[in-house]
C-alpha cells in the first residue's frame, strides 16, 4: 500500500465520526480545518443542516442500487472534504447511502483536506485544492484507481460558467449552486460515480 494512502487511512473517520466531529466543533463555535472564522463556521452549521436534510430526503435508485451490488471487487473510497465546503455537504450524504447498498464491496473513510496536504496535494483540481475529491482504491492491492470531483458535472459547468461571466464567484453563485443539487437530488452524483465504479471492476478482472 502506498505510503500516503497508509497514512490517510490511519488519519481518517467514518462518515458518523465525520459528522459527529463537525457537531462537536460547533459546539465550540468552530470548523474543521486550519483556518477559523465566523464565515467558516457558519458554513458548517449550514451544511450541517444540508446534510441532516440528505440524510432524510436522498435516495438511491433502484437501478443504481442494483448497479453497486453487482460490483465484483472491493474497493475503499477516500474522501477529502472539511465541514464548511458546501459542496461536500451535499455529496457526502449521497456517497454514505450508496455505499450502504454495495453489500460490502464499499467501505468509506474520509479525511480532512488541512490534515493531509500530500495527498491532497495529488489530486489536485486545475492546481487548487478543490474538495470535495472522492479517491478510489483498490482493496486487496492497496493501490489508486480512479478519482471523481469536486463537483458534477453540470454543477461544475454552472461554475465555470458563472466565472466566465462574472468574473468570480460570490453569494449568488453560490445560491444557484444550492439550488442545482437541491433539483438534482443527487442523481447526477450517483450516476458518474457508478458509471466510474463500473468501468473499474471490468478492468480490474
Given at each position: 500500500m502506498k505510503k500516503w494512502i497508509a497514512k490517510a487511512l490511519f488519519n481518517s473517520h467514518s462518515y458518523f465520526e465525520y459528522r459527529k466531529l463537525i457537531?462537536?466543533?460547533?459546539?465550540?463555535?468552530?470548523?474543521?480545518?486550519?483556518?477559523?472564522?465566523?464565515?467558516?463556521?457558519?458554513?458548517?452549521?449550514?451544511n450541517e443542516t444540508r446534510m441532516n436534510c440528505l440524510e432524510k430526503t436522498?435516495?438511491?435508485p433502484q437501478e443504481n442500487a442494483q448497479a453497486l451490488k453487482s460490483l465484483r471487487h472491493e474497493y475503499i473510497w477516500i474522501v477529502i472534504s472539511e465541514g464548511w465546503c458546501g459542496d461536500a455537504a451535499q455529496v457526502l450524504p449521497v456517497f454514505d447511502k450508496m455505499v450502504a447498498e454495495s453489500d460490502g464491496k464499499i467501505d468509506m473513510k474520509i479525511v480532512l483536506r488541512d490534515e493531509n496536504e500530500e495527498l491532497m496535494n495529488l489530486f489536485l483540481t486545475n492546481k487548487d485544492k478543490s474538495i470535495p475529491k472522492l479517491i478510489v482504491i483498490n482493496k486487496q492491492t492497496g493501490g489508486a484507481l480512479a478519482h471523481w470531483g469536486p463537483r458534477p458535472k453540470g454543477a461544475a459547468d454552472l461554475i465555470g460558467n458563472y466565472k466566465k461571466a462574472h468574473g468570480a464567484l460570490d453569494e449568488t453563485a453560490k445560491t444557484d449552486l444550492q439550488l442545482w443539487?437541491?433539483?438534482?437530488?443527487?442523481?447526477?452524483?450517483?450516476?458518474?460515480?457508478?458509471?466510474?465504479?463500473?468501468?473499474?471492476?471490468k478492468e480490474e478482472e
Open positions: 457537531t462537536d466543533l460547533l459546539k465550540e463555535e468552530k470548523s474543521t480545518g486550519n483556518e477559523q472564522s465566523t464565515a467558516l463556521t457558519n458554513y458548517s452549521l449550514l436522498s435516495k438511491i443539487y437541491f433539483h438534482d437530488k443527487g442523481l447526477t452524483t450517483q450516476s458518474e460515480v457508478i458509471d466510474m465504479m463500473l468501468d473499474l471492476d
